[in-house]
């Protein structure tokens, strides 16, 4: 159960966008569609951004986008903001019925 | 509205038990799998357990199997997280979280504020 692969650190401009990418294995992200994306902020519990690769819950901001591509899943923030600051973690079914999370990327906005 | 509240955690020595509680509000508890996830101070997010809405299913991290037992009580609309035998590595603030469906998706829509369990002779 090793930890998906993320960049530690992804960096941006107010407006721009962004892609923070989460690579795994064909017995985790690449095997399955159960692919999630959490943001977390200092202090703070972490939140549901992305479900199912590429789904959205209500209330999170379509500026949040997801992907798949093989055993590599990406997050996409457009349109950057200062409040998209946070550190943001991939999560991942694998084939042990388990779950695995990335090793987590520090979005900064420049 | 929904809500998670942590308690248990706390102080104690390596080689000493420590039961978790989860207690949860404003959702029917018995129609969803609920989680714990941990994190370690400064570190990132480490999945922990789950368990199915009915309680027939539980699954567990590696670092965890055989000294952790997830349950719940549906009665009680309450999570639990039984730890033996810890050690220093588990020191971490415990979230429970629940799952978006029955089913264990791993897709946590709802989380609690954390208790912290430190391991520390």
């Known amino acids: 159960q090793s930890a998906l692969t993320q960049p530690a650190s992804v960096s941006g401009s107010p407006g721009q966008s962004i892609t923070v990418s989460c690579t795994g294995t064909s017995s985790d992200v690449g095997g399955y569609d159960y692919v999630s994306w959490y943001q977390q902020h200092p202090g703070k519990a972490p939140k549901l951004m992305i479900y199912?690769?590429?789904k959205r819950p209500s209330g999170v901001s379509d500026r949040f986008s997801g992907s798949k591509s093989g055993n590599t899943a990406s997050l996409t923030i457009s349109g950057l903001q200062a409040e998209d600051e946070a550190v943001y973690y991939c999560n991942s079914f694998t084939s042990s019925s388990t779950f695995v999370f990335g090793t987590g990327t520090k979005v900064t906005v420049l | 509205q929904v809500q998670l509240v942590e308690s248990g955690g706390g102080v104690v020595q390596p080689g000493w038990s420590l039961r978790l509680s989860c207690a949860a509000s404003?959702?029917?508890?018995?129609?969803?799998?609920m989680h714990w996830v941990r994190q370690a101070p400064g570190k990132g997010l480490e999945w922990v357990a789950v368990i199915s809405y009915d309680g027939s299913n539980k699954y567990y991290a590696d670092s965890v199997k055989g000294r952790f037992t997830i349950s719940r009580d549906s009665s009680k609309s309450t999570l639990y997280l039984q730890m033996n035998t810890l050690r220093a590595e588990d020191t971490a603030i415990y979230y429970c979280?629940?799952?978006?469906?029955?089913?264990?998706?791993?897709?946590?829509?709802?989380w609690g504020q954390g208790t912290l369990v430190t391991v520390s002779s």
């Open positions: 404003g959702f029917t508890f018995r129609s969803y799998a």
């Open positions: 199912d690769v590429s």
């Open positions: 979280a629940r799952d978006l469906m029955s089913y264990t998706s791993g897709w946590c829509d709802y």
